[in-house]
């Protein structure tokens, strides 16, 4: 049973710190999204790729958030410095764009990261 | 004004019974719409996913009216395990809606 997994699951740190997130998409999908979830403001896209290559970012807070895929197999969300505001779960998903498949692929869903930013 | 709303429930629903809810899209090129479901402190998983006028998979029916700009997902002869909060998406924006919670009583 194909599965994203993410790590780590759980993460405290505290203000200033630099936090990396870790997702490991389903073989052979070649999107990778990664989304902040907030009691607040919901689920909200930060910025997603296709084929290891940046398609938007534009959900993302520049001045101390980064995504990078180094290799197809392992994507990274990282934040420097954190701040408390950025305490959330952060969930990575993955999809396989398949032409004639129909316009958006679905989405697969890692377990998330659980930030807690003191 | 936000791309996905949703109502936010709860609907609270005998087991056995209809519920249904919807989800309103702003924007009218988008063509492509999907229904998840996340469980308290779960993941977000996929339930259905929209393409044209409507899917159906077992006891859940999701129909998508282009002219008024509104998916809707209808759960029939509702379970206890139908608890958790619906995540309406539009697939072309990859926004989500806020999610709907039913809870299912005994």
């Known amino acids: 049973d194909a599965r994203v997994t993410q790590t780590p699951r759980h993460k405290v740190t505290e203000m200033g710190q630099e936090v990396t997130m870790r997702c490991q998409p389903i073989?052979?999908?070649?999107?990778v999204f990664w989304y902040r979830q907030t009691m607040m403001q919901g689920l909200e896209l930060l910025a997603y790729?296709?084929?290891?290559?940046?398609?938007?970012d534009s959900g993302m807070p520049k001045d101390r958030f980064s995504a990078e895929m180094p290799d197809a197999t392992l994507a990274t969300l990282k934040i420097q410095p954190s701040e408390p505001r950025d305490s959330a779960v952060y969930f990575c998903?993955?999809?396989?764009?398949?032409?004639?498949?129909?316009?958006?692929?679905?989405?697969?869903f890692g377990p998330g990261t659980r930030l807690l930013v003191l | 004004r936000k791309e996905v709303e949703q109502d936010p429930g709860p609907f609270n629903v005998p087991e056995g019974a209809t519920v249904a809810f919807n989800c309103t899209y702003s924007?009218?090129?988008?063509?492509?719409f999907f229904w998840y479901r996340q469980d308290c402190r779960k993941e977000p998983k996929l339930l259905m996913s929209v393409y044209s006028s409507g899917n159906e998979d077992g006891r859940f029916t999701a129909q998508l009216n282009r002219a008024s700009q509104y998916i809707s997902l209808l759960i029939r002869d509702s379970k206890l395990s139908d608890s958790a909060t619906y995540l309406c998406?539009?697939?072309?924006?990859?926004?989500f809606g806020a999610g709907t919670t039913v809870t299912v009583r005994a």
């Open positions: 998406v539009d697939g072309f924006k990859l926004s």
């Open positions: 924007n009218s090129a988008s063509q492509s």
């Open positions: 998903a993955s999809g396989s764009r398949v032409v004639g498949q129909g316009p958006q692929e679905t989405q697969y």
């Open positions: 790729f296709r084929n290891r290559a940046p398609l938007d």
């Open positions: 073989l052979g999908h070649n999107t």
